[in-house]
């Protein structure tokens, strides 16, 4: 009797472990699902904000200058904006087509070496169109796994007093916090295009400058 008890009691014991396990489980993914909403609200307000003054991201990226369809001109400035105290750093350019321009976001390693992380789509009203990774030959980064990728993006962050309009940086930061789910999934479709590439041709596409952009999302605002 007693044995049958204390069977009844553990499995009534596990039982509410898999159930309050699940609730955890649920409560974190709505917070999740919350917190990316609150960040694209945010990018929303930016965006429309921008336009009442009748500007646009985009206008404020280029900080005065010419717009170029020219790979090798960067926005701000050359070298872009850089966070010494968080190693993250961001430029914006224009040289592809179906977007107006992009914003390249990097993190750097504990040897000083830069790691892409997302390639940020606007189109010519300053709006978010997209978000894609890059093959290692476009910005010679360092490689490294999808995991790693989803570490760093977790606390990419660059201080918005770096720029004369803060807008413009909170804008990248948001996006990496409104879009973790779909960045986290662009670096795991990454790594499988990398590991289809080697078992098709046996060797690292990482020179092939026939592929760019080895995965991608379009966003809609």
Do not use: C
Request: charged share 30%; glycine share 4%.
């Amino acid at each position: 009797m007693k044995r049958r008890q204390f069977v009844k009691s553990g499995f009534v014991l596990i039982s509410a472990l898999v159930v309050n396990s699940k609730i955890a489980i649920l409560n974190a993914a709505e917070r999740t699902v919350n917190i990316a909403e609150d960040y694209k609200t945010k990018i929303l307000d930016i965006i429309r904000n921008l336009k009442k003054e009748g500007s646009d991201l985009v206008t404020k990226i280029m900080n005065g200058k010419k717009y170029q369809f020219d790979a090798f001109i960067h926005y701000p400035y050359d070298g872009g904006i850089k966070d010494e105290q968080t190693g993250y750093q961001l430029f914006f350019h224009a040289h592809r087509e179906n977007e107006y321009g992009h914003f390249h976001t990097f993190a750097k390693d504990n040897d000083g070496n830069l790691i892409h992380l997302v390639l940020i789509s606007m189109n010519d009203k300053g709006e978010l169109i997209g978000l894609a990774t890059v093959n290692r030959w476009v910005t010679g980064d360092k490689y490294v796994k999808a995991d790693r990728l989803k570490e760093l993006s977790k606390t990419f962050q660059i201080n918005p007093k770096l720029y004369k309009d803060e807008r413009v940086i909170k804008f990248v930061n948001y996006v990496f916090k409104a879009y973790k789910s779909e960045i986290e999934e662009l670096f795991d479709k990454r790594d499988q295009w990398i590991k289809n590439y080697a078992q098709t041709y046996y060797r690292e596409p990482f020179e092939d400058r026939e592929f760019e952009i080895l995965s991608s999302k379009t966003i809609s605002l």
